[in-house]
């Protein structure tokens, strides 16, 4: 039996919806079979904490007296991108401190980059803003600096061109030393496997085809109500997908926005990657609708039921070579240990699975309180 997303909106509105995590979905179509689940649940809720380099923030500053039109901007020494308007400004969130030695004595620290920044602000804390100018009539300030707080921006828009990554790698090291990478720091000799999914948890992976996600989809970022505002960059849902229509390698990704200024420090984490740089941990929840049986099987796939490849990151990604080592389930990586040919493997997690779990409890509490109502997309994900 089809359903609308207005249909389960009026559940949502007379409480009478029924929503389940994506967890307790696997259970449920176990149990029952996706076509008596299509029928029993409204709204499956979703989650993820992981890194996501492609995040950051707009922030409108108040014009100082006189005013200025900022050309180069510090925020705790971090440079921010000024190229937009005289106080509009953005951070991202893989931008470092003026200072800081990268990775000049390999492997480098990163210890403070503007994945840290955004944490910083988001958490209420001073933040030490520099400002140069070259003057103009209209704008004739040359110098500012000054401290500054969340409150004191006028606006501060969460903008993120690239999240929740549809799968992903398991990093793996088949050279003779240790390799830094965005993955973690990978050991010789395929001493560990990183990978960074929560996998049945994950929001794109209980929605593969994107049938329900889009522009206007209404989500769980950073603790806040934000929103799909497009595909993400490096959107490329033509890959290899199982026989549910999961993919079964990197694919898709979204555009997100939201209100920094409604965000929790707890979903919004500065982190350092050493050897590679910072960037930010983003908590996202997605509730998909349950439209139909076909949503249901997917929203119903287990860890053993999803897939992703085995890269070696000592040669074969950086080189793009295309080559695998094969493929893993995500219920064998969270096992803690995998076999690569013939040889058993240490894995750990970038993406928190725990975390993940508390978002899509947190959504589903939200959904059944009726403080959170489905979006209605008005443009869907490219499938293509």
């Not at 904490?49 to 007296?65: D, E, R, T, V």
């Not at 900022?70 to 971090?78: A, E, P, S």
């Not at 950073?222 to 497009?230: D, H, K, N, P, Q």
């Not at 990657?273 to 996202?284: D, E, H, K, N, R």
Request: glycine letters at 10%; aromatic letters at 6%.
């Amino acid at each position: 039996m089809a359903k609308t997303i207005e249909e389960i909106n009026e559940k949502i509105k007379s409480a009478k919806a029924v929503v389940v995590t994506a967890e307790e979905m696997v259970d449920i179509v176990k149990k029952e079979g996706p076509g008596k689940a299509s029928v029993k649940v409204d709204v499956v809720t979703t989650g993820t904490f992981s890194p996501m380099c492609s995040s950051g923030a707009f922030l409108n500053i108040k014009l100082p007296n006189p005013k200025m039109k900022m050309q180069k901007v510090f925020l705790n020494d971090i440079e921010v991108f000024a190229g937009l308007a005289a106080v509009d400004l953005y951070v991202g969130a893989t931008s470092m401190r003026r200072d800081d030695p990268l990775n000049r004595m390999h492997p480098g620290k990163f210890l403070y980059g503007g994945g840290h920044l955004l944490e910083d602000l988001v958490a209420g804390r001073e933040i030490e803003l520099r400002a140069s100018a070259y003057g103009t009539d209209c704008y004739p300030a040359k110098e500012m600096k000054k401290t500054i707080t969340l409150d004191d921006i006028n606006e501060a828009i969460m903008c993120n061109p690239r999240n929740a990554c549809q799968n992903y790698n398991c990093a793996v090291n088949t050279s003779d030393k240790a390799i830094y990478t965005y993955m973690g720091k990978l050991n010789a000799d395929l001493g560990n496997a990183n990978y960074c999914s929560a996998g049945q948890l994950s929001p794109l992976l209980n929605d593969p085809e994107y049938r329900t996600i889009g522009v206007g989809t209404r989500i769980f970022l950073g603790g806040a109500t934000g929103y799909v505002t497009f595909n993400g960059t490096q959107h490329a849902p033509g890959k290899k997908r199982n026989k549910l229509g999961i993919p079964t390698a990197p694919a898709g990704t979204i555009m997100v926005t939201g209100d920094l200024k409604e965000m929790s420090d707890k979903w919004i984490k500065g982190v350092s990657f050493t050897g590679y740089g910072a960037s930010l941990m983003v908590g996202i929840g997605i509730p998909i609708p349950v439209i139909d049986e076909k949503i249901a099987a997917t929203c119903g796939a287990s860890d053993e039921d999803i897939t992703c490849p085995i890269v070696d990151y000592s040669s074969d990604y950086p080189n793009s070579t295309g080559k695998t080592l094969g493929e893993v389930t995500y219920k064998e990586l969270r096992s803690g240990k995998i076999k690569i040919n013939g040889k058993e493997v240490i894995t750990g997690s970038l993406s928190s699975y725990y975390r993940a779990a508390e978002i899509a409890g947190i959504l589903k509490n939200r959904i059944e309180k009726e403080e959170f109502k489905l979006g209605i997309p008005q443009k869907l994900l490219p499938r293509k």
